[in-house]
T-cell receptor, first 113, second 113 residues
Framework: GAVVSQHPSWVICKSGTSVKIECRSL??????MFWYRQFPKQSLMLMAT?????????EQGVEKDKFLINHASLTLSTLTVTSAHPEDSSFYIC?????????FGSGTRLTVV | GENVEQHPSTLSVQEGDSAVIKCTYS??????FPWYKQELGKRPQLIID?????GEKKDQRIAVTLNKTAKHFSLHITETQPEDSAVYFC????????????FGTGTRLQVTL
């Protein structure tokens, strides 16, 4: 079946630095990529939706200048958390839309210290 | 936008008993309703889904029912096993094949021996 590879699986960074998370669809073309954030014991909250070659659409309350999304090709989408702060610590998961429906990445645990 | 409510937030059942989780949605245009199982620190796994033109779907011990008029859908797990213990999320998708999923708040299911 469809596979989305997400890296890194976990990352610790210092406050004020930037972190890039990458999601790659391995055997299919992901026309649309969804980026979610999940705080402990909470649900998946959609941050933004991106389509290949166009600007991402951000959900209300999500700072587009802080969470930069690039969907430059049909197999690769990246999320960059800029100037990270401890409150950005969370589990970030991508979900690609393709022929098999929604395929989730394995998630990235971000800890900002 | 779509709003999905999920109940209960926690559910404890004895092994072999049935478990039922209920969700309601707000957007009558929603047409796809998946259920996901998520273990700690892992990606959500699709366990069953239903489309708006179907009232019920079953896959071995798992079944989902949909009442479009009342805008609610339910997950039924029969003959529960300890490995069914996890967090379960319902979701709803508004019309459009690559539209975003809106997730419910989650149900923590504990199956005790």
């Amino acid at each position: 079946g469809a596979v989305v590879s997400q890296h890194p699986s976990w990352v610790i960074c210092k406050s004020g630095t930037s972190v890039k998370i990458e999601c790659r669809s391995l055997d299919f073309q992901a026309t649309t990529m969804f980026w979610y954030r999940q705080f402990p014991k909470q649900s998946l909250m959609l941050m933004a939706t991106s389509n290949e070659g166009s600007k991402a659409t951000y959900e209300q309350g999500v700072e587009k200048d802080k969470f930069l999304i690039n969907h430059a090709s049909l197999t690769l989408s990246t999320l960059t958390v800029t100037s990270a702060h401890p409150e950005d610590s969370s589990f970030y998961i991508c979900s690609a839309w393709g022929a098999d429906g929604y395929t989730f990445g394995s998630g990235t645990r971000l800890t900002v210290v | 936008g779509e709003n999905v409510e999920q109940h209960p937030s926690t559910l404890s059942v004895q092994e072999g008993d049935s478990a039922v989780i209920k969700c309601t949605y707000s957007d009558s245009a929603s047409n796809y309703f998946p259920w996901y199982k998520q273990e700690l620190g892992k990606r959500p796994q699709l366990i069953i889904d239903i489309r708006s033109n179907v009232g019920e779907k079953k896959d071995q011990r798992i079944a989902v029912t949909l009442n479009k008029t009342a805008k609610h859908f339910s997950l039924h797990i029969t003959e529960t096993q300890p490995e069914d213990s996890a967090v379960y999320f319902c979701a709803a998708r508004t019309a459009g094949t690559a539209s975003k999923l809106t997730f419910g708040t989650g149900t923590r299911l504990q199956v005790t021996l």
